[in-house]
């Protein structure tokens, strides 16, 4: 597979990433645009591991390493956004106001 195809869709993965993240107020939706940007790091990893030096494996171990912090991000998260959904009845950003003075 060619670097340049990796790098397009890793790109592309970011980007709706990045707009999800802006547009988006609820905050299930903003937890997997997180996602969305982590694997496209993933991607990137991968792709210049592969391109730079095939026969080693770091890429992938720094993928595995993201997996393993984006899982437990998106555990707390989800945590989080259970415990607050309980307590307002809501998941909108807006009205998460629990931090303001």
């Keep these: 597979m060619q670097l ?3 790098l397009i869709l ?5 980007c709706i990433g990045i707009y999800g993240l802006i547009t988006s107020r609820n905050a299930v939706r903003v937890l997997m645009s997180i996602e969305l940007l982590l694997n ?3 991607l990137n990893l991968m792709g210049f591991s592969n391109y730079l030096d095939p ?5 992938q171990v720094f993928a595995i390493f993201v997996i393993t912090i984006a ?3 998106a555990a707390v998260g989800l945590a989080i956004v259970l415990a ?3 307590n307002r009845e ?3 950003m807006e ?3 629990l931090l303001k003075w």
Aim: glycine share 4%; hydrophobic share 45%.
């Design 71 to 73: 899982a437990a991000e």
């Design 95 to 97: 009205q998460f106001n």
């Design 90 to 92: 809501t998941t909108d």
């Design 4 to 6: 340049q195809y990796c």
């Design 84 to 86: 607050i959904y309980r």
């Design 55 to 59: 026969s080693n494996i770091r890429g």
């Design 40 to 42: 496209a790091v993933n």
């Design 10 to 14: 890793a790109a592309a993965l970011f």
